[in-house]
Structures are given as structure tokens and as C-alpha cells.
């Protein structure tokens, strides 16, 4: 009953002042804007938005903060859907189909697609995040090194049997192997750098993305191969409202009991964030399909399921950073960071010292994500009037593609370097494509290598002083294994009864 009462008021403390009000308007519409920029980071919108937040009161200036990052998780959808380029790396897993969307006619659709389901993960994610953060909290501390380098490998398992074979394998192990690239944190000692000193930092995602993907398309289109699409999309804000009925209704499983639980849960991990539930949300989503080899060409629900999932995330990532002190991510750690400024002490006593301004943070997320919804049409709305100016003209939107990516990268660290690595995988990726090695399996091995699998691996080695046992001696990582195997062999026998059972049908028709 307390809970209840403390979440009315933090509704009637943030809703019912214009000053707060006004704080989250514009947190979220930078956010947006932010998003749909190529190359940004939500780190990077939080950082920069920081030092505005530190003369408000502490609930303010979080929910100010959260605006940004919210608003950058649902806005990089929209580059990534209209030009290849995926404006924060939470929104990767939605490029695969959604620019494949984009080729065949349906933008306004994907980006349809992309607001609605933000805000469905979102929402839902808040009502978890809101009810159940103690439970939660607790859950997320059961993941030791051990459990969170067995969930990498779970998905790195299903994304290897799903996308055929060899070759898919080869991609994931060197998208691995180059998050490796840098000083090992462990040892301090270089790898793989060749005595560059600015590689000593590792590859940044931001050239190695715009490289693999959004500069081979410009080349793709540059020599009409394939033939690039001219017609005219007529656009209408009012269009971006909801997806059809049919969809929503045939979606409703695996939004529900597969995209928002799994991406809220993932954000709960501690250090593993939004982008990786979005690619888990992705590979598992394709595991179970009838269809898997659909995935990658333009389906709508290749763009439904990672924005539910990395919104959903999004307000996962709250959860240990209240309940615990502990944080779920880059974002996170800066939120933490803006409350000890304020002379709060994030952790399990926050919600008896300072009730009201622990729910109304958490109320705060549920509002701003239903402010993004509200303003992500108008810059979709100036990012789709771009489009078609530079659709009218191949030529410009080759240029424009190519020269966004160029400062975008260099923006990011300010560094030549990044230039270098962009042209290096714009090759890289052309040579890979004209081979048949499939490039988004190397892009998410790229996101799941490094701090995400090798330092857990490592941490968990030292525990265990070195017995490799330990990664099969709990009882989740010997369920997150068995997982792997059912979802990995799953589309195999579905087609295997499917194919059976035509079979059965084309003896039965000859018999008769």
C-alpha cells in the first residue's frame, strides 16, 4: 500500500509541475535527436547532458537524464531504417530488417513498427521495473562470471546452427576475435595493435559498423547493384500511429512472452545493457521461428522484436542501480554518479530513506517513454523528408551516406584512425558480401566479445582457480546450456516434421 501511495505521488510531484514537466520534454526530444544521429552513444548523450542536470533537484535531474537515454534508444532506429546506419548501437539488431524494409517500399511501415514497439517494451518494462525491482535485484545478482559468459555463449551457440553453418561460425569468431584488439585488461599488456598507439584503446563499434554496413550499401548503390528503389513514399505523421491489427494480434507472443521479458531481464545483468538484449531478443526470436531464414530480408517482426527488447532493457538497467547501487550499465553508471553528487547513497536503503525520490525516478521512466512516442514523429518527420530529397538523386545520397559515416566516426574520438578503420571494413565488408560470409553475425560477435564474454570467462577461471567446471556447476548455467541446444535444434525439427508431413500429403494425393 505504501509503494501505491509514494507512485501517486511521484505521478502528481512530475505531472503537476510545469517546470518538470518542461525538464522531460526536453530531455527526451534531445535524446531523440541524439538517436537518430549516426554514431552517437547513449553514454555520450547522458555525458553531455550531465553537467545541465547537476543544479536540479536529484529526481528531477535523473528523470532529465533519463529523457536522454530513453530518447536515444528509440531514436537510432530511424537512420538505421531509412539509411543503413544505425544511429546508436542499440538500434543494430533493427537494421537487419528494417532497412530490407526500407529497399522494398515499407518505410513507413518499419518505422511504424519501430515507434510503437519502444513504446510497448517500454511501458511494459516500466510496469516491471516499477512493481518489481526488490524481486528482480535479486535475481540479477545470482548471475555471477560464470552465468553471464554462459549466456554469451547460449546465444552465440543459436546464431551459429540458425544463420548455415561454417562460414557463420568463421564470422562470429572474428567479429570475437577483433574485440580483443587493445590492452588486455587483465594484464595491461597490448594486443594485436602493432605498435599503433591509438589501436591500444580498441576498435570503436562506430567505425566498424558504418564500415561493415552502411558504406558498401553507398557503393552498392553507386553502381546500381542491386538496382536501388525510386518510387515515392507519401508520408503522414498521422500514419505512424499503430501497426495493423493483423500484425499486432500475430505478434502479441512473441512481443509478450519473448521480446520484453527477455530484453528486461538481460537489462537487469548488470554490465550487459540494451544492445545486447536487442541482439539476444533477435537470435532467439529467429531460433524459434517457422521461418528463421526470413529473418535478414525484410520482416516485420525483425524490427517489432529488438526495439521491444532494447526498450524494455532500457528500463531493466534500473533495477540493480537502485535496488543495489550496483550499475546496469554506461548510463547507469553516470546516473549513479549524478545521485552521489546529490549526497544520496544508491542501494537497498534508498527506498526507505528516500521513497519519493526512488519512485519517482522509476515513474519518471514510464513518463518520459510516453514523451518519446509523442515527439519521435517530428524527427522522423525532417528524417524522411531527407530521405526523399535524397532519393531523387542517387549520386547525393551516395555522398551523403558516405560523408555522414566520415564524421560521424571521426566525431565519436576524434581520431584519424577511426577514418582508417572505416575504409578498411567498408572493404572488409564488400569482399565478405561478394564471398558469402554473412556480416551480422560478425557484428554481433564484435558486441559480445571483450568485456561481455572474455572478462567473465576470465573472472570466473580465477575463481574457480583455473577449473573449467565452474562454467557447468550452477544450476542456471546448466540451464541457459540446455536452452542453446533446444533452440538450436528446434528449426531443425520443425522442418524436419514439416517436411515429413508434405510428404505424407503428396503420398496420400498419389494413392487417391
Known amino acids: 500500500m505504501d509503494s501505491l501511495i509514494y507512485i501517486i505521488e511521484a505521478f502528481s510531484y512530475l505531472l503537476f509541475n510545469p517546470v518538470n514537466v518542461s525538464v522531460m520534454v526536453i530531455g527526451a526530444f534531445i535524446g531523440i535527436l541524439s538517436g537518430a544521429l549516426p554514431g552517437t552513444t547513449s553514454v555520450s548523450t547522458v555525458a553531455i547532458l550531465l553537467p545541465l542536470s547537476i543544479f536540479m533537484p536529484p529526481e528531477v535531474a535523473i528523470v532529465f537524464l533519463l529523457g536522454g537515454y530513453i530518447g536515444e534508444v528509440s531514436g537510432g532506429s530511424i537512420s538505421a531504417i531509412l539509411f543503413r546506419i544505425p544511429g546508436s548501437t542499440e538500434a543494430i539488431a533493427t537494421l537487419f530488417d528494417g532497412y530490407e524494409l526500407t529497399k522494398k517500399g515499407r518505410v513507413v511501415e518499419a518505422l511504424t513498427l519501430a515507434r510503437f514497439y519502444?513504446?510497448?517494451?517500454?511501458?511494459?518494462?516500466?510496469?516491471?521495473?516499477?512493481?518489481?525491482?526488490?524481486?528482480l535485484a535479486e535475481f540479477g545478482i545470482k548471475f555471477g562470471p560464470?552465468?553471464?559468459?554462459?549466456?554469451?555463449?547460449?546465444?552465440?551457440?543459436?546464431?551459429?546452427?540458425?544463420?548455415?553453418?561454417?562460414?557463420?561460425?568463421?564470422?562470429?569468431?572474428?567479429?570475437?576475435?577483433?574485440?580483443?584488439?587493445?590492452?588486455?585488461?587483465?594484464?595491461?599488456?597490448?594486443?594485436?595493435?602493432?605498435?599503433?598507439?591509438?589501436?591500444?584503446?580498441?576498435?570503436?563499434?562506430?567505425?566498424?559498423?558504418?564500415?561493415?554496413?552502411?558504406?558498401?550499401?553507398?557503393?552498392?548503390?553507386?553502381?546500381?547493384?542491386?538496382?536501388?528503389?525510386?518510387?515515392?513514399?507519401?508520408?503522414?505523421?498521422?500514419?505512424?500511429?499503430?501497426?495493423?491489427?493483423?500484425?499486432?494480434?500475430?505478434?502479441?507472443?512473441?512481443?509478450?512472452?519473448?521480446?520484453?521479458?527477455?530484453?528486461?531481464?538481460?537489462?537487469?545483468?548488470?554490465?550487459?545493457?540494451?544492445?545486447?538484449?536487442?541482439?539476444?531478443?533477435?537470435?532467439?526470436?529467429?531460433?524459434?521461428?517457422?521461418?528463421?531464414?526470413?529473418?535478414g530480408t525484410g520482416i516485420p517482426e525483425g524490427v517489432a522484436v529488438p526495439e521491444a527488447a532494447n526498450n524494455a532493457a532500457s528500463m531493466g538497467t534500473l533495477v540493480p542501480t537502485l535496488a543495489l547501487g550496483i550499475p546496469g550499465g554506461g548510463v547507469t553508471a553516470l546516473l549513479l554518479g549524478v545521485l552521489v553528487i546529490h549526497g544520496i547513497r544508491p542501494g537497498p536503503l534508498v527506498f526507505i530513506h528516500n521513497p519519493l525520490l526512488s519512485y519517482s525516478i522509476l515513474?519518471?521512466?514510464?513518463?518520459?517513454?510516453?514523451?518519446?512516442?509523442?515527439?519521435?514523429?517530428?524527427?522522423?518527420?525532417?528524417?524522411?523528408?531527407?530521405?526523399?530529397?535524397?532519393?531523387?538523386?542517387?549520386?547525393?545520397?551516395?555522398?551523403?551516406?558516405?560523408?555522414?559515416?566520415?564524421?560521424?566516426?571521426?566525431?565519436?574520438?576524434?581520431?584519424?584512425?577511426?577514418?582508417?578503420?572505416?575504409?578498411?571494413?567498408?572493404?572488409?565488408?564488400?569482399?565478405?558480401?561478394?564471398?558469402?560470409?554473412?556480416?551480422?553475425?560478425?557484428?554481433i560477435g564484435f558486441v559480445l566479445g571483450g568485456s561481455l564474454s572474455e572478462i567473465p570467462f576470465r573472472r570466473a577461471l580465477d575463481i574457480s582457480g583455473g577449473d573449467p567446471s565452474i562454467f557447468l556447476k550452477s544450476n542456471i548455467s546448466i540451464l541457459l546450456l540446455i536452452l542453446a541446444i533446444i533452440l538450436a535444434l528446434t528449426p531443425r525439427i520443425i522442418k524436419r516434421i514439416s517436411t515429413h508431413k508434405s510428404r505424407s500429403l503428396s503420398e496420400n494425393s498419389i494413392v487417391n
Open 146 to 295: 560464470a552465468e553471464l559468459f554462459m549466456l554469451i555463449v547460449m546465444a552465440i551457440i543459436v546464431l551459429s546452427t540458425l544463420e548455415g553453418g561454417f562460414k557463420t561460425l568463421l564470422s562470429i569468431l572474428f567479429g570475437l576475435f577483433l574485440a580483443t584488439i587493445g590492452i588486455d585488461e587483465y594484464t595491461g599488456i597490448s594486443r594485436f595493435t602493432f605498435g599503433i598507439v591509438e589501436l591500444e584503446s580498441g576498435l570503436h563499434i562506430a567505425p566498424l559498423f558504418l564500415g561493415l554496413f552502411a558504406i558498401p550499401e553507398a557503393i552498392r548503390l553507386a553502381i546500381k547493384l542491386p538496382p536501388s528503389p525510386t518510387t515515392t513514399t507519401r508520408f503522414k505523421l498521422t500514419s505512424l500511429m499503430f501497426p495493423s491489427y493483423s500484425f499486432f494480434k500475430r505478434s502479441l507472443p512473441l512481443i509478450f512472452l519473448l521480446a520484453i521479458p527477455i530484453g528486461f531481464l538481460i537489462g537487469v545483468l548488470p554490465g550487459i545493457g540494451a544492445t545486447t538484449a536487442a541482439i539476444y531478443s533477435y537470435v532467439i526470436a529467429k531460433g524459434i521461428s517457422r521461418n528463421p531464414e526470413k529473418y
Open 363 to 443: 515513474v519518471g521512466a514510464i513518463i518520459v517513454t510516453i514523451l518519446v512516442w509523442a515527439f519521435t514523429p517530428i524527427i522522423i518527420y525532417f528524417f524522411v523528408k531527407i530521405f526523399e530529397a535524397f532519393r531523387k538523386s542517387i549520386p547525393i545520397l551516395v555522398s551523403f551516406i558516405i560523408l555522414i559515416s566520415i564524421l560521424a566516426t571521426y566525431i565519436v574520438r576524434n581520431q584519424i584512425i577511426d577514418i582508417w578503420t572505416l575504409m578498411i571494413f567498408a572493404i572488409l565488408g564488400l569482399i565478405l558480401e561478394r564471398y558469402k560470409f554473412p556480416i551480422a553475425p560478425l557484428a
Open 118 to 135: 519502444s513504446l510497448v517494451g517500454g511501458l511494459i518494462g516500466g510496469i516491471l521495473m516499477l512493481f518489481a525491482t526488490p524481486l
